[in-house]
Nanobody
Framework: QVQLVESGGDLVQPGGSLRLSCAASGSISSIGFMRWYRQAPGKQRELVARITRGGTTNYADSVKGRFTISRDNAKNTVYLQMNSLKPEDTAVYYC???????????????WGNGTLVTISS
């Protein structure tokens, strides 16, 4: 069994910063892409950023220059550093990863339960 657990969500004032973490645990052989999604109230879930195992990153246009995704492969953990936060960044942030479980030849898609980020004065 593989689990993804996010942490770091909080209430922050506009212009502030926050760092999210997502740790994968369980019977893991390898992790490929790791991604952060977010879902604001009444909106569809959207991809915020993704990172390959080798560290190549991609970002949504709305967060470019403000958010930075990184990962620690030894810890099976992905981070999202969020700076210059805006009210429109308010959402539940979800971690997603492509995982190869131990003993399996099939890559599986796993999700965390989300962490709430609220940007408000």
């Amino acid at each position: 069994q593989v689990q993804l657990v996010e942490s770091g969500g909080d209430l922050v004032q506009p212009g502030g910063s926050l760092r999210l973490s997502c740790a994968a645990s369980g019977s893991i052989s390898s992790i490929g892409f790791m991604r952060w999604y977010r879902q604001a109230p009444g909106k569809q879930r959207e991809l915020v950023a993704r990172i390959t195992r080798g560290g190549t990153t991609n970002y949504a246009d709305s967060v470019k220059g403000r958010f930075t995704i990184s990962r620690d492969n030894a810890k099976n953990t992905v981070y999202l550093q969020m700076n210059s936060l805006k009210p429109e960044d308010t959402a539940v942030y979800y971690c997603n990863a492509d995982v190869l479980p131990k003993g399996s030849l099939t890559w599986m898609d796993y999700w965390g339960n989300g962490t709430l980020v609220t940007i408000s004065s």
